[in-house]
């Protein structure tokens, strides 16, 4: 099993342009999380899902959009990146929405020029 | 403000010391992880508790619901524990809020 798989691992984009992070999961878990890491901002929460057809804002949601049509896979887009938004990016999932181990993709390193 | 709070920031400890970090947070919640972050940036979850005690070979967490706060303990401390330790509180919506981390460097 991969576990929680992360595409792409690094990528640069200019302001404007958009682009989709995708995360994909083998585990069958209802929930899956986007979040943000910056220094010294700690993870922030950017949008999550408790199932197919259902998703949430988290903490920063604004610029970012989430849809989830399959258990499996949960991406992230960008419609107009922002300079602001240049950031590393993980993806989780777990099986117990509230209560379930957490378990993160490597990571997705984003610059926005 | 955070809605978590870790301490200390920064952590050096010779190998051999026993580990504490500390976390608090403001508001109920429904569980508590514990994550571990290493140098090169992956991710791991250690604890997730809800209430009590729990111990996975020289780690130990703890949590006090009235009190609000969770300590995660490093008996025997090695090199490799070298990391950043970051905690993180889920809520009944199913939202989460994350500590900054503390940086754990374990010198031989």
């Known amino acids: 099993n991969a576990g929680v798989t992360q595409t792409p691992k690094f990528q640069v984009l200019k302001t404007g342009q958009s682009m989709t992070l995708q995360c994909a999961q083998d585990?069958?878990?209802?929930?899956m999380s986007w979040y943000r890491q910056d220094p010294g901002m700690g993870l922030r929460l950017i949008h999550y899902s408790v199932g197919a057809g259902i998703t949430d804002q988290g903490e920063v949601p604004n610029g970012y959009n989430v849809s989830r049509s399959t258990t499996e896979d949960f991406p992230l887009r960008l419609l107009s990146a922002a300079p602001s938004q240049t950031s590393v990016y993980f993806c989780a999932c777990r099986l117990i929405p509230n209560t379930g181990e957490l378990f993160f993709g490597e990571g997705s390193r984003l610059t926005v020029l | 403000k955070n809605e978590v709070e870790q301490s200390p920031q920064n952590l050096t400890a010779q190998e051999g010391e026993f580990i504490t970090i500390n976390c608090s947070y403001s508001v109920g919640i429904s569980a508590l992880h514990w994550l571990q972050q290493h140098p090169g940036g992956g991710i791991v979850s250690l604890f997730m508790l809800s209430s009590g005690k729990k111990k996975h070979g020289r780690l130990i967490a703890t949590i006090n619901i009235q009190e609000k706060h969770s300590s995660l303990h490093i008996t025997a401390s090695h090199p490799r524990d070298s990391a950043v330790y970051i905690c993180a509180v889920g809520y009944n919506n199913n939202d989460m809020r994350f500590g900054a981390g503390t940086r754990l460097t374990v010198k031989p």
């Open positions: 585990m069958n878990h209802e929930y």
